[in-house]
């Protein structure tokens, strides 16, 4: 027996210790970032919550086409005729007076206004919990590093059964051991890559988007016959393909591509 313990009694103490310490990485990936403060996030911060910069501006600037203040012009620019919707958000704001002169979209992202109010909302979306601070991603990569110790214990068993020719059980543990210490790196390196979202916020883009089901593009709503308020929700929390079914031009201008544009999936589902 190596190390005085049996193939089997050993890869049963290695099941427990990585069940131990794969629960302990979940629970700390599941409680950083439950609680927060302040206003529930506005349509446009949904959409960044969702997919970024580049949804949040998309959902700003249809914001200002259906106020018909935006007009398309020659080149594939962009340009504005009229003061933007009241109430808009501060990135709306950004994003028309971007526009004062004929812009391209990609000169629009690179305004220094535009970035300023992204900036801000960011700030906004951390300080209320919204988005991860990065101390608490910190927190959450190192929750996952004991994974990596458990499978560095197996490995060592593996390697010292080799080289000093000493049996670390039958085949069947050997191989198990070998499969399960492989499942438990990938685990800790899967576990590694962690999201920009809270868990608060991640629970509130699920919940949103039950509650507004029907407007999955996967349903093929009557876009034609719904209002401008459920046209950006739907974008900020399904993406930016129902804009492409309202005004397909415009879309393309702001960077809507309908072959790369992926579908919409649960929160849970997607790694940030």
């Known amino acids: 027996m190596l190390w005085g313990v049996s193939g089997p009694l050993f890869l049963l103490d290695y099941l427990a210790a990585v069940a131990g310490t794969l629960a302990l990485a979940l629970a700390i990936r ?16 949904l959409a960044y919550l969702t997919d970024r910069a580049g949804l949040a501006c998309q959902v700003g600037m249809a914001a200002l086409r259906r106020g018909g203040v935006v007009r398309l012009g020659e080149l594939s620019t962009l340009s504005v005729d009229g003061p933007p919707p009241g109430g808009s958000a501060p990135l709306v704001r950004a994003l028309h007076a971007a526009l004062r002169r004929p812009q391209t979209w990609a000169a629009v992202l690179a305004d220094p206004a535009v970035g300023r ?5 960011v700030g906004r979306l951390v300080r209320d919990g919204w988005l991860l601070t990065p101390r608490q991603r910190r927190r959450m990569v190192v929750g996952t590093l004991p994974l990596f110790g458990v499978a560095a214990v197996g490995v060592t068993r593996l390697i010292d059964s080799a080289v000093e020719g000493r049996t670390a059980g039958g085949p069947a543990s050997v191989a198990g051991l070998l499969l399960c210490c492989l499942a438990t790196a990938l685990a800790g390196w899967w576990l590694c890559e962690v999201p920009e ?4 916020a991640r629970r ?8 507004h089901a029907e407007l999955a593009p996967e349903r093929r709503p009557a876009w034609s016959e719904r209002s401008t308020d459920e046209l950006l929700n739907a974008m900020a929390l399904f993406g930016p393909r129902p804009l492409l079914a309202v005004d397909p ?4 201008l702001v960077g ?17």
Do not use: H, I, K, Y
Request: hydrophobic residues 35%; without cysteine; glycine residues 8%.
């Open 30 to 45: 599941a409680l950083t970032g439950w609680r927060t403060r302040g206003e529930p996030p506005s349509t446009v911060e």
């Open 117 to 121: 109010a992204l900036r801000r909302m």
């Open 197 to 200: 979202t809270g868990t608060a």
């Open 204 to 211: 509130l883009l699920r919940r949103q988007r039950r509650a």
């Open 249 to 252: 031009r415009f879309a393309e």
């Open 256 to 272: 809507v591509d309908l072959e790369r544009t992926r579908p919409a999936t649960p929160a849970g589902a997607r790694r940030r």
